[in-house]
């Protein structure tokens, strides 16, 4: 079976522009959550949808939305970006998203802010 | 709120020696407790977990880690490391509450394994 997979793998913008990255999780799972890593340091938590619906979301402002689709892939939308909003933007997935779960991790997108 | 302390930001060690990996965490509420191994340019994936009963769990590739509830901590352990045991190893905690749905990182530790 295949795994999370994420796309793009890499992606490269400017300051103020808009990005958007994919994320189809592993068959039969319904929840998928974004987290972001940004070098040097562990990921961090920004969302997690669960059959459609936005369950939780990390410390990140508005700039940051995400959505899941009815086949549950989703996207994470960042506008206004900034350089700070360089890093890897993983995403997990699970069977229904519950502290016990196990989080599935797709390989990232890599996003260079420039 | 939970929080995950790595003590060591890089261990290196050489090849066929044991190695621990220390983690400790914080959190009001009882907790589930996982190590995951991050290798150059992947993403996470998964060694083993901690949910409840034996506080000793077997993982993947030889790894091993023992939950200690009265010092908080949840070391990951190998008793003889390989050259391609080298990557970033992160603890992660989430738990009951309202937040039991999302994982909570460490720094993580940098293992680094020298013939």
């Known amino acids: 079976d295949a795994g999370v997979t994420q796309s793009p793998t890499h992606l490269i913008k400017t300051r103020g522009q808009h990005v958007t990255l994919r994320c189809s999780p592993i068959?039969?799972?319904?929840?998928v959550s974004w987290y972001q890593q940004v070098l040097g340091q562990g990921p961090q938590f920004i969302f997690q949808y669960y059959e459609k619906e936005e369950r939780g979301r990390g410390n990140f402002p508005d700039r940051f939305s995400a959505r899941q689709f009815p086949n549950y892939s989703s996207e994470l939308n960042v506008n206004a970006l900034l350089l700070g909003d360089s890093a890897l933007y993983l995403c997990?997935?699970?069977?229904?998203?519950?502290?016990?779960?196990?989080?599935?991790f797709g390989p990232g997108t890599r996003l260079t802010v420039l | 709120a939970q929080s995950v302390t790595q003590l060591d930001s890089q261990v290196p060690v050489f090849e066929e020696a044991p190695v621990e990996l220390r983690c400790n965490y914080s959190?009001?509420?009882?907790?589930?407790l996982f190590w995951y191994v991050q290798y150059p340019n992947q993403g996470l994936q998964l060694l083993l977990k901690y949910l409840s009963g034996s506080t000793l769990v077997k993982g993947i590739n030889g790894f091993e880690a023992e939950f200690n509830k009265s010092q908080t901590s949840f070391h990951l352990r190998k008793p003889s490391v390989h050259i391609s045991d080298t990557a970033e190893y992160f603890c992660a905690v989430s738990g009951g509450g309202g937040s039991n749905y999302k994982l909570t990182f460490g720094k993580g530790t940098l293992l680094t394994v020298n013939p």
């Open positions: 959190s009001s509420v009882s907790v589930y």
């Open positions: 997990a997935s699970s069977l229904a998203g519950q502290g016990t779960d196990t989080q599935y």
């Open positions: 068959s039969g799972h319904k929840s």
